[in-house]
């Protein structure tokens, strides 16, 4: 089941910039403050799916310079279930497959696109994808495009 607040949804957010909003490490700065700024822009007009949220928790609990505690990470966990969700669903996976092999992405990269085609997004925000390109009809979009890399 989708859940929604009220107002359209037009951008799927991918794990990377929840985590960069997340990331209190001082080499993360640029990156945290931009991700929080793109989140706090229209955050009604904002997707996810399941996977983008078990990745946000992984990440958030293991793998920053700071991890979150298990509580914090639930906290951020039930904010994150107030946007849209899509559920990644075999229907969704059966999808993401054929989008894999015609795009040469990875199995988990097209089941971000076919999430944000599942939610009627016409953007995804990511640094994992090549910025400018358009898959499925979807535009993606590197919110950290012009900061340094790293």
């Not at 983008?52 to 509580?71: D, M």
């Amino acid at each position: 089941m989708v859940t929604s607040t009220t107002g359209a949804t037009d951008r799927f957010v991918d794990s990377n910039v929840f985590v960069y909003a997340l990331d209190e490490d001082p080499l993360s700065t640029a990156k945290r403050a931009r991700a929080r700024q793109v989140l706090a822009d229209r955050p009604e007009s904002l997707a996810v799916s399941t996977q983008v949220l078990a990745e946000v928790y992984i990440v958030a609990t293991r793998k920053l310079a700071r991890p979150l505690s298990a509580e914090d990470a639930l906290r951020t966990l039930r904010a994150l279930c107030q946007l849209r969700v899509v559920p990644v669903d075999q229907d969704l996976v059966l999808s993401a497959a054929v989008t894999s092999q015609r795009w040469q992405l990875s199995l988990w990269d097209a089941q971000v696109v076919e999430a944000a085609r599942a939610a009627g997004c016409r953007q995804i925000l990511t640094e994992d994808l090549d910025d400018g390109a358009v898959i499925n009809g979807i535009a993606v979009v590197n919110p950290f495009r012009d900061l340094p890399r790293g």
